[in-house]
């Protein structure tokens, strides 16, 4: 079992969680989230004063899925949240030592 | 201009600026996070350069004269009007006319959200006031309009039909926003949608009773229909959607209640007794359907403008042909169908109104395709997605 976790343009919101569902998983947790990556900043404007924000929004995805499907989840989130653009996000990938249905019981595969 | 009258009209005036803030708070609520501080900038810019207009030029071509269909040049930059004439009567009129002017433009604002140039809109607002607003203004107000005989005490047709029917071909050639309708685009901030509701209600009554020009029994009695008929709209909106969606929504009650006050507008100072319910309970009831229209008929009216302010504002104006009451008032305008003037007058609210929205659609259309065709209406794929807060004025409302 893997975690993967996605930093995306927030815009890419909806796009994103439709093709995963579309790619079989059910399953996701999503958060609203700041930081910067090589795209940095931006800079707003009060009463004249220019101001850099260097944190600007995000969307993070987190997904937990079995090793066979990751690949093919990795291309869909790679297509869905691309414009091109710096800023675009990242996706990385870690192992899930246990997993547990906290309703059930359940743990492993059978959990996700 | 009597002491009493003066001091009325010009606090109503007050309630009326007041509007349009609390415009800006009930469609930027409605809005998404990343757009609120654009929605607020749209309603705000109408106050910056509607009151310039209105001074220069707009008061004068709507009222000065006694042409059927425009004013004339005679109070350019208002020259002539002085304050020792009327205990300074005009003046106060001015004013108070100068904030429906503004209110007008920003109506059509919640149409347009999400998706708009600012510097587009920049330039519609005064011009579609000078030729849009202005001569239906005088159509209705001193025009071949309100001659014929047809009523519009406040601005049923005059402001809400006409933005109503604006918003609609606005949005015609703006086009839908990304991902409508099926995201669903819910509001960020339903709390900011329940302030603004209650400033609207609040300078509601500066609006319908305030177009008395007099502190009078007919003030009184517009005063006691905005209270009435809003609560009617409020609360029969919310029971038709408890009823058919399952739970009474904040939404509803906020958008219940506008619709009845944009109902009872053209007819405040006309109606008594248990009209401002019905007028109020039928705008309510339809109202609530209406708003359903736009996903029909695939038109993307994002704050429901059409659905609230054209079709609320043409309830209000055709039962008028109903409800008039001139007797009550001891007045000298026309009998509605209950009160044995047959269906004379409901012909003229009919007349009046389908004037004013042929006109409105037509210029409007024509302005919003200028634009689009010179500098453009549309804000690009990346500033949308971005939002315009950001985009459009370097600001964002949360941190």
């Known amino acids: ?112 | 201009m009597e002491p009493a009258s003066l001091t009325w009209v010009l606090v109503s005036a007050a309630l009326v600026l007041f509007m349009t803030p609390g415009l800006a708070f009930f469609y930027g609520g409605m809005d998404r996070g990343r757009n609120v501080l654009n929605m607020l900038m749209m309603n705000l810019y109408c106050v910056l350069i509607i009151p310039v207009v209105w001074m220069v030029l707009g008061y004068s071509l709507s009222q000065g004269g006694s042409g059927n269909w425009i004013g004339n040049f005679d109070w350019f930059f208002l020259k002539d009007i002085g304050v020792l004439e009327d205990n300074g009567g005009q003046l106060a009129t001015i004013a108070f006319l100068g904030m429906f002017a503004a209110i007008t433009p920003a109506l059509i604002s919640g149409a347009v959200a999400d998706r708009m140039k600012f510097s587009a809109w920049a330039i519609f607002v005064p011009v579609w006031s000078l030729l849009v607003y202005v001569p239906v203004f005088k159509w209705v107000y001193g025009g071949w309009l309100g001659d014929r005989g047809s009523l519009d005490f406040a601005g049923g047709t005059a402001i809400h039909v006409n933005a109503g029917i604006a918003a609609l071909a606005a949005v015609l050639v703006l086009g839908k926003r990304k991902g409508w309708p099926q995201e669903g685009h819910p509001p960020h901030s339903m709390p900011l949608v329940m302030i603004g509701t209650g400033i609207l209600w609040f300078g509601w009554f500066g609006f319908n009773a305030g177009s008395s020009l007099a502190a009078s029994g007919q003030a009184a009695q517009a005063f006691m229909n905005t209270f009435l008929a809003a609560a009617a709209a409020g609360l029969v909106w919310v029971i038709t959607e408890w009823l058919r969606d399952g739970k009474p929504t904040n939404l509803g009650a906020a958008s219940g209640i506008v619709s009845g006050l944009v109902a009872i507008t053209p007819a405040a100072g006309y109606v008594s007794g248990g009209a401002p319910l019905a007028i109020g309970g039928i705008a309510g009831l339809v109202c609530c359907y209406a708003v359903k229209l736009k996903s029909k008929a695939g038109y993307d009216d994002a704050l429901d403008v059409v659905g609230v302010h054209l079709v609320g504002g043409l309830v209000g104006s055709l039962l008028i042909g109903f409800f008039a009451n001139p007797e009550f008032f001891d007045g000298s305008f026309g009998e509605g169908l209950f009160y044995g003037g047959g269906a004379g007058l409901l012909g003229e609210q009919a007349l009046a109104n389908l004037a004013a929205m042929v006109w409105s659609f037509i210029i409007t259309f024509g302005i919003m395709l200028v634009l689009k065709k010179t500098i453009g209406v549309r804000v690009s794929p990346q500033d949308e997605a971005d939002g315009l807060d950001y985009s459009q004025h370097a600001e964002s409302a949360y941190h």
Not at chain 1, 5 to 34: N, Q, W, Y
Not at chain 1, 43 to 64: H, L, Q, W
Not at chain 1, 100 to 112: D, K, L, N, Q
């Open chain 1, 1 to 112: 079992m893997k975690l993967i976790t996605a930093i995306i343009k927030p815009f890419k919101l909806d796009e994103v969680k439709e093709a995963l569902k579309a790619a079989g998983v059910t399953g996701m947790t999503v958060s609203e989230v700041r930081g910067f990556g090589r795209q940095g900043g931006h800079s707003e404007t009060y009463r004249g004063a220019e101001y850099k924000i260097d944190f600007v929004p995000k969307v993070r995805f987190e997904i937990v899925v079995d090793d066979n499907v990751v690949e093919s989840v990795i291309a869909s989130i790679k297509a869905a949240a691309s414009t091109g653009k710096i800023g675009d996000g990242k996706i990385w990938v870690t192992s899930v030592d246990r997993l547990v249905r906290i309703r059930t019981g359940e743990e492993g595969s059978s959990a996700i």
